[in-house]
């Protein structure tokens, strides 16, 4: 039996079996694999790590997605830095009025996302609404002079090309292509087993911003518990939105979800103490 064994984490390891390779190669970036697995489907992995697979890949971009969707309630264009699977532009593509712009570095992700895991793109990528630009993030948020009301920044971890989209700099830059009242939501792991990661996006995130908070959802696919999202933004009141508000705006957006409810998205936000003690520790 082949089993995949994830190298993300120091102490502990992801394994998964492999029922068959579909995709194996090393891009100009990254060791890229797709496999198989009765459990999860198609996953694939980069440099070692799962980014997505099919049978829960809706959890993660579904939060991702309309929790600052919906809790701005006005986002006509929304930047999703990284997220070559396609999977944030999916779910984004349900708001009528949209326009998005992704920007990922790495070409062939994009194209064998869309060869072997068509379902995670869902037809995104020929959408005339989605501008796929094939570039670096950092060098993209720095030199652009367009602005956005959301910021996705669905990354890797702070490892290999997905490092910089956790410095201090990139953040202000995508903090200067924001538009007022808009807000950037981060990929920042599994705090049970990231927990300093946590903890650096926290306080570089609130150098920069009035509200930085996290909220959470558990991806099976992660290892190691409920994952954090964070959340920058400089207009407090995105947080607070209530939860008949937020109800009448799925309505209004007409969308259908598997995962996201109204619900979740309030209960996301509730930070057990344990994590609460880690974003306000000294050391
Ligand atoms: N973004 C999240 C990768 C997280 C990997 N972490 C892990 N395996 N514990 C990947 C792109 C998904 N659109």
């Not at 060791?31 to 980014?51: A, H, P, T, W, Y």
């Not at 072997?116 to 989605?130: E, H, K, N």
């Not at 650096?200 to 696919?221: C, E, H």
Request: charged fraction near 25%; hydrophobic fraction near 40%.
């Amino acid at each position: 039996m082949q089993l995949f064994d994830e190298g993300l984490h120091s102490g502990v390891n992801l394994a998964l079996k492999v029922d068959k390779i579909l995709y194996r190669d090393q891009t100009d970036l990254q060791d890229l694999m797709i496999f198989e697995n009765k459990n999860f489907g198609r996953v694939m992995s980069l440099d070692g790590s799962v980014q997505t697979t099919e049978k829960d890949e809706f959890i993660y971009h579904e939060m991702f997605v309309h929790v600052p969707m919906l809790a701005h309630g006005n986002a006509r264009r929304a930047l999703i830095v990284g997220g070559g699977d396609g999977g944030a532009a999916r779910q984004l593509m349900k708001y009528r009025d949209i326009a998005v712009t992704m920007v990922d570095i790495d070409r062939t992700v994009v194209e064998l996302s869309r060869k072997y895991m068509p379902s995670v793109s869902g037809g995104a990528f020929d959408d005339p609404r989605l501008d796929l630009v094939i570039a670096d993030g950092c060098k993209f948020v720095k030199e652009t002079d367009e602005t956005w009301d959301v910021i996705i920044i669905d990354s890797t971890d702070p490892h290999g090309p997905g490092e910089v989209l956790y410095t201090q700099e990139f953040y202000s830059d995508c903090k200067s292509c924001l538009t007022p009242g808009g807000v950037i939501i981060t990929q920042n792991g599994v705090p049970f087993v990231q927990e300093e990661e946590l903890r650096t996006s926290y306080q570089r995130l609130g150098r920069l911003f009035q509200d930085v908070s996290f909220y959470l959802a558990a991806i099976p696919s992660y290892v190691g518990g409920i994952m954090a999202y964070g959340w920058a933004t400089d207009d407090a009141s995105l947080r607070k939105v209530s939860l008949s508000t937020l109800a009448a705006r799925y309505v209004e957006a007409g969308i259908s979800t598997d995962y996201y409810t109204p619900e979740v998205h309030k209960a996301a936000f509730a930070l057990p103490l344990n994590i609460q003690k880690a974003l306000t520790r000294d050391e």
